[in-house]
């Protein structure tokens, strides 16, 4: 029987997961999440919204939030919820955070000391600028998504959902479940490409058949609404005075560049745009965990070895944060992860390793719809690339090739309030060179006064 304390970060899918293995394993866990409610960004939820369509892998989760539930009652668990984690040490184990409403008075400071620390922050959704984007009526398809399956409540009432990967389908079945009309889906990779990724070594797929319903489903979702779903082809430019009234629609090429003569006009008043999705690593980055190389645009992950150990003594990490694979990744990293963590000798985790491995073939299918360097041309000159700072696209061409600082300095693109979170990919392949806008390790945000505040110790 484990007496390690195993320190969780995150509360979706991997996390949630981490926790349960480790409790099965014998070890006292604590969970920070800085949500009001369990799930993370795949099972938001809320109790007056009943309608099952919305959640997937439902059952799953009661089964984690009711085990956690279990080990809170034997003592041997501690869910901190609303927990703003804004300083990670790792010599030793140390979570700081403030817990209480965000951005709110009172908040009160916490240090959560453990054993060993899994890190599962997850991943947000990537929409890549184009002409028009902040207009009122265009949000991210995870954002859409989230207003959808959490209230119950749609962006406008004629959507165009665009952009690259199967997290379209599910964002466009969500909002017509919430009783928006999806007048188009469009997937930004040609059908040449998803068939070069998607039939190769069919039988690594078997360990994933339950994918293959998830794609009936919203087929027949999207055949239910006579919603177009089309490969190839992406939105340009948004068209608006005061919000979203129509989008430009195009043709695109390998590269994802607009062929000429192929524009058209959708009548529309809301857009969901998702290009893929960038890890959170602000806490993986403090804590010294290495990372991946990839070229500038692209995301880097958190380097994990078989058992999901991290380069950082004590530390672990599972799902987005490790590779972009979805929720059943997540979920069998997180088992692997929180079984490990809470000490679990190496031979005894061959099941888990397997289980692990049987999504990888699932997660490796996702770089058929890996965005492509010609999205670039959409942009105009008076495009915004960073919302935060009102940084052009213009402004940031002009300033490439100078120092890292100098650029941020000059544009103060990737210095506002998300610190380069939205638009630091945008901006680094704009560039063409690493600035440094995907390693920022700001946390959270916090009063002076909290800082200054003395802090409760929880062990």
Known sequence: MSRRHVVVLGAGPAGLAAAVAALEAGARVTVLDEGERLGGQYWRHHEAITDRRLQHGWERFERSRDRIAAGIAEGRAVLLQRAAVWRVDVEPLRLHALVGKPDAPGRRRVVVRGDALVLATGAHDRALPIPGWTLPGVTTAGAAQALAKRD????????????????????????????????????????????????ARPWELAAAAGKGLELAEYARSLLGQRTPYRTGSGVVRILGERRVEAAVVARLDRAWRPIPGTEREVACDSVALGHGFTP???????????????????????????????????????????????ADAALAEGDLAGRSAAGTPHAALAAARRRRDRTDAFARRLEAHAIQDGWSSWLEDDTLVCRCESVEAAAIVRASGSASRALRLATRAGLGACQGRTCGSSV????????????????????????????????
């Open 280 to 326: 959170r690593l602000d806490a993986a980055i403090q804590a010294g965990c290495a990372l991946t190389e990839a070229p500038p645009g692209s995301p880097r992950f958190v380097v994990a070895d078989p058992d999901q150990r991290t380069s950082v003594d004590g530390v672990w990490a599972a799902g987005e944060i490790t590779g972009i694979g979805g």
């Open 152 to 199: 119950g409540v749609t962006v406008g009432t004629r959507t165009l959902v665009a952009g690259a990967g199967p997290f379209l389908l599910p964002v466009a079945q969500s909002l017509a479940i919430a009783g928006a009309r999806v007048v188009e889906v469009l997937e930004a990779s040609r059908l040449p490409r998803h068939a070069a990724g998607w039939t």
């Open 428 to 459: 680094e392949a704009l560039c063409g060179e690493r600035l440094g806008l995907d390693a920022r390790p700001l946390l959270a945000p916090m009063r002076i006064g909290e800082l200054l505040g003395g802090s409760e110790a929880t062990a």
